[in-house]
């Protein structure tokens, strides 16, 4: 570690010291996308994490999910109890039903709280500044027997749980803009029936981008949009079978790329559909 | 660091196993995402070697492509595994282990090199790891960075602790387990012992399950087997027919990967868990090996249909 970071991380923690004299446990949550459209739902894999590194507490949980429409609009907040080695699958459905809200794509963050007796252990036992996080498996799936779960790629930017707000300031991550961005990943063209690249925003402030399916090896442009996406939103941007056939040179296989994620490691989830086959969705 | 005598073979690595026995043919995306200014820019020189479930080397396949920086390629096993190929596994699943080697090591037996030279390397890309069937039109998988592991040239204490929620089995769906003894070092012969406890959805801990993983080898669990050989497989499903699945091994570390499939479409779910580390960012030392004792003591000893 060179001086200079060596210095900046000492007054990091001196000054998130001074702002949580109490020495409370900040807790960053985690960001997913949440599609419920055109048969697709999705679910929230949820559990007591706590009870697997203090497992003599034994104390039940809070699980709060914040949910965000496609164009960021906040949804609401709903909470759900979890003993000790529970887990729990929570359907969108429900998750928006509760809310009386009736959107279709959007994101949703999950914030685990612990109870005062995890907490104090853990700062107990931590590091100074020890904070927690709530990284967690959003699944998907349809009637037709499609399944998919993806794990938490990157932070719910902006707010840091479990502290006051000054405090909230002194721990907040920074959300920084990534590069260009260009999935490694190839995608067979070979009986694809579309391909949709899901793009959330994890952050606090709107971002536009342009997101573009490629022909690979020979870089043809299929599918291009240049988006908004406002803070905690979210969009598609699909390419089809049609749009593959109708190239200059139909290619064999895909890819795609974000002129920049809106987050350091804001990568699109991607869903694909074969024949009439289930989809599949993983991140890019 | 500084890594001496290290294969540079094992410096980028895509490893995986492969599921044939469900079905399914497997590919894989490699690329080179070193780009032009970096220090470290290269060709990546692609290599293949295969081994059986028993950890048992069945061949290789020297370099076969060179990928430009920036550039990618996708790789299908079949063309390397089975009958008339390079290596021949008689129908059986295999530990592949595709080696990204960087030009200037190609040909070099053993180099010395900074560690951190490696997860450089490493870090900029992905290795996207898919599962396919024409048949039934899936195409389904999941990208990880292939680190090197178990080398105690690394130093550390070696263990895993695995909290995977994501348990689902039911009537229709089953969870296989997949994981990997692997090793960047090549006079490793540890066979790790691997715990296995399923927990229903309301914290019940309905069966224990324990493994072996042979070195350079792996283990495919079907957690539906398991549930059903312990008499819980109706438990399980009444109470949500969800839950997590909690693995533990304190001399060794194993690659644990979820692979849920739905019998009637064929649809696959695939994912690697997440490691402490990104639960609570400080979590280890003694602090860590003190819980660890805990949650064996826990899920790993008496009866497995006890509740807490």
Known sequence: MTTSSSLRKRGVTMARRAVNPR?????????????????????????????????????????????????????????????????????????????????????????????????????????????????????????????????????FYGTVFGVGRVANMAYRARSRRSGDWASKRLIDTAGLRRADAYLVNHSSSAGQTTIRWRAHPDGATLAEQTVTVQPHGAVRVGVTAADVANASAPPARLRLEIDGLLTENGKPYVMLRYGDGPFSLHHG | MLVEGFDPRYIKMCYFATLGELGYKTRVS???????????????????EAFTSAGRRLGSVDPFEIIPPGGFTMVEVEDHVGPGRAIESNGEDVLGIFHLTPGKFVGKPTIDIDLREIFARISVSDEYIEYHSDAWSVAAGLAYQSIPMNDPRFG????????????????????????LNISSFQGYDQEIAFELAFIAANGERLANHPITVRPFGFTRVSSRDVLREAGVLDRFIELGGNGMVVGFSDKGSVVPLSITRNDRSKGLACDHTLPPMYYLPWWGGAVRKAANQRVRELLFSGDAVAPR
Not at chain 1, 36 to 47: A, K
Not at chain 1, 119 to 135: D, F, T
Request: hydrophobic content about 40%; charged content about 20%; aromatic content about 8%.
């Open chain 1, 23 to 155: 020495g409370k446990l900040p807790r960053r949550g985690y960001e997913h996308c949440f599609i419920e459209e055109e048969g697709v739902h999705s679910r929230l894999h949820l559990h007591h994490f706590y009870s697997m590194f203090l497992p003599d507490v034994n104390e039940p949980v809070e699980a709060h999910v914040h949910a965000y429409a496609a164009d960021g609009k906040r949804l609401g907040s709903v909470s759900r109890t979890l003993q000790p080695l529970n887990a729990l699958v929570l359907p969108m459905t429900d998750v928006l039903r509760e809310l009386g809200a009736s959107a279709t794509l959007g994101s949703v963050a999950v914030d685990v709280e612990p109870s005062e007796a995890y907490a104090r252990k853990l700062v107990e036992i931590g590091p100074q500044n020890a904070m927690a996080q709530s990284p967690f498996w959003m699944g998907y799936y349809d009637d037709g027997g499609s399944v998919a779960y993806v794990h938490s790629i990157d932070q």
């Open chain 2, 30 to 48: 490699l690329a080179n995402g070193l780009k032009a200014d970096s220090p470290l820019v290269d060709d990546l020189h692609v290599s293949f």
């Open chain 2, 156 to 179: 550390g204490t070696r263990s895993t602790l695995m909290q995977s929620p994501k348990l689902l089995v039911d009537a229709e769906t089953d969870t296989n387990l997949i994981l």
